[in-house]
Nanobody, 124 residues
Framework: QVQLVESGGGLVQPGGSLRLSCAVS????????IGWFRQAPGKEREGLSC????????YYADSVKGRFTISRDRAKNTVYLQMNSLKPDDTGVYYC?????????????????WGQGTQVTVSS
């Protein structure tokens, strides 16, 4: 079974940066579309970004466009989410997940395997 482990979350001040990691095991990233999602307290899980097998980024949510960057390190079998210019609204639990299909989707229902999540809190 595919396993995903997120790390890199924490407490950061507004305007700061964090880099989240999603380490994937038991399958090579070469065949996976990986998405990043966020769930804020009391809100539905939101798709933020996704990277395809060819490393062509498929989408960024409007809420993070221009501030977040998704990337993949094939040697480490890890996907990253670089988050800059963080805002309090970026607070939430961040998850990575593998797409069930061979395309990127912003909808959580289209993803099969999920990590346990990492907490990001943006506050002064």
């Amino acid at each position: 079974q595919v396993q995903l482990v997120e790390s890199g979350g924490g407490l950061v001040q507004p305007g700061g940066s964090l880099r989240l990691s999603c380490a994937v095991s038991r399958i090579t990233l070469d065949y996976l579309y990986i998405g990043w999602f966020r769930q804020a307290p009391g809100k539905e899980r939101e798709g933020l970004s996704c990277i395809s097998t060819s490393d062509v980024t498929t989408y960024y949510a409007d809420s993070v466009k221009g501030r977040f960057t998704i990337s993949r390190d094939r040697a480490k079998n890890t996907v990253y989410l670089q988050m800059n210019s963080l805002k309090p609204d970026d607070t939430g639990v961040y998850y990575c997940a593998t797409s069930t299909y061979y395309y990127c989707s912003p909808y959580p229902k289209d993803y099969s395997y999920w990590g346990q999540g990492t907490q990001v809190t943006v506050s002064s």
